[in-house]
């Protein structure tokens, strides 16, 4: 056996990279990209394209509006706020919101390319509703201080229910948040 490397004859392919290298790649890539600071209202994150599938594990919902666009929301790594958008059909996701010092997103409903709207929760007492106008680049508080919030559902840009729980620790109970003005102001109805 030779001790060095057999070299590749013309027109021969290299072999693929091994895994090991493709996953340092994504370790890299990811830590280029800045966390988003905390704030009342949550800033885009910087853009950040990846060519791998959804994170399955990190992932809680998704909203397609047609069959190449839709967004996804869940937690990253540090247990925070994530967005993604495709515009191909979920072969990239571009991250559009990354705060890691917020609260899982749990639900996320689009009605249009521009509006939409999610909901994050502590899943025990805290829940928080955000939306945007212009594609998800950036969101705007539209709610807190819910108890849990399970889903969210938009049937147009003004009217939309939120499912949860009214947060009154030990005895929660149903609600549901109903909105017909796009979410400015929501109506607390309790479920029986």
């Not at 905390?38 to 885009?44: E, F, H, L």
Request: hydrophobic content about 35%; some cysteine; charged content about 20%.
């Amino acid at each position: 056996m030779d001790e060095y490397p057999r070299r590749r004859r013309r027109g021969e392919k290299s072999p693929a990279p091994a895994p090991i290298a493709v996953v340092w790649m994504a370790i890299i890539l990811a830590a280029r990209v800045p966390v988003a600071m905390r704030s009342p209202n949550p800033k885009p994150a910087a853009t950040m394209t990846t060519s791998t599938p959804l994170p399955s594990d990190q992932m809680a919902a998704h909203s397609f509006i047609d069959k190449q666009r839709g967004w996804a929301v869940g937690t990253d790594v540090g247990l925070g706020s994530l967005v993604l958008h495709t515009t191909d059909g979920g072969q990239r996701w571009t991250v559009q919101l990354r705060d890691d010092n917020a609260f899982p997103l749990l639900g996320v409903c689009f009605v249009d390319a521009l509006h939409g709207g999610a909901i994050a929760s502590t899943g025990t007492l805290v829940g928080n509703i955000i939306a945007t106008d212009d594609g998800g680049r950036t969101w705007h508080p539209q709610g807190t201080g819910y108890g849990p919030l399970f889903s969210v559902h938009f049937t147009d840009r003004l009217h939309g229910i939120v499912q949860g729980m009214d947060g009154n620790s030990p005895d929660q109970k149903p609600i549901t948040l109903i909105t017909s003005d796009g979410g400015k102001t929501w109506v607390v109805r309790n479920s029986k």
